[in-house]
């Protein structure tokens, strides 16, 4: 199908339907009305594929505007509306009753709020992967092998003054990320500032940033400096 971008009037009629609990097959119009969609600027086909996890799916659509820089299709884009449009079905599967669990709009509609862009399902795996390369993956992988915003992208893009730094985003993943798993460790995502977890990194890091240049070292170089709360992620 040829990619489309959704017009205000089309991300007013897909919130509707998010709030009313997205029962049912997707509405025809949110993918291709004349009134709810034009076309996208430039001709690019997509198609519905099976997707494990967020990055998998980021990393298809990335692929497929490879030639579109991000100026072009910024986060208030409506093509990040109709990609969620498009792979409805993946990101919010339904129940077999037919009804769905969408959750909040934020996942489908990209609200660019600095407390809830990064939940945007699509568009922020997107715009990861093209700031930090395979460091992105941990963000968006789960176990549960389904499409969903983990704790882990939550804390780390919590980090408003830390998340743009690509070091503090690898030295996290050495840290926490189980490469032979392909997952994040247990307990490295509670919702207090336990020591040696993710909460306690952003802060110890702030702390190191004041003395070091972070975003000229290394993740080894950068968790040389980290104190004894963190080494038991590492042996």
Not at 5 to 24: E, I, K, Q, Y
Not at 136 to 164: M, N, W
């Amino acid at each position: 199908m040829k990619i489309r971008v959704m017009t205000p009037d089309g991300v007013d009629a897909f919130r509707t339907w998010l709030n009313g609990g997205a029962s049912g097959d997707i509405p025809a119009e949110l993918l291709s009305g004349n009134r709810e969609t034009n076309p996208f600027q430039h001709s690019l086909e997509i198609e519905q594929r099976k997707f494990t996890c967020r990055y998998e799916l980021g990393s298809y659509v990335n692929d497929i505007l490879e030639c579109v820089p991000l100026s072009e299709i910024p986060r208030n884009h409506g093509i990040w509306s109709w990609f969620s449009v498009f792979f409805f079905d993946s990101l919010c599967p339904k129940n077999p009753d037919g009804t769905r669990d969408p959750k909040e709009s934020v996942r489908y509609i990209w609200d660019v709020s600095f407390s809830k862009y990064y939940r945007h399902l699509i568009g922020h795996t997107v715009y990861s992967i093209r700031l930090y390369g395979e460091e992105a993956k941990p963000l968006f992988v789960a176990p549960s092998k389904r499409i969903v915003h983990t704790d882990y992208c939550e804390q780390i893009f919590g980090y408003q003054d830390l998340c743009q730094t690509v070091s503090f985003i690898a030295t996290a993943n050495r840290l926490y990320f189980d490469r032979k798993k392909n997952q994040i460790k247990a307990g490295a995502t509670p919702n207090t500032r336990k020591p040696g977890t993710v909460r306690r990194l952003g802060d110890v890091f702030n702390q190191i940033a004041l003395t070091f240049d972070v975003q000229g070292m290394s993740p080894e170089q950068i968790l040389q400096k980290l104190p004894q709360e963190f080494r038991h992620w590492t042996s």
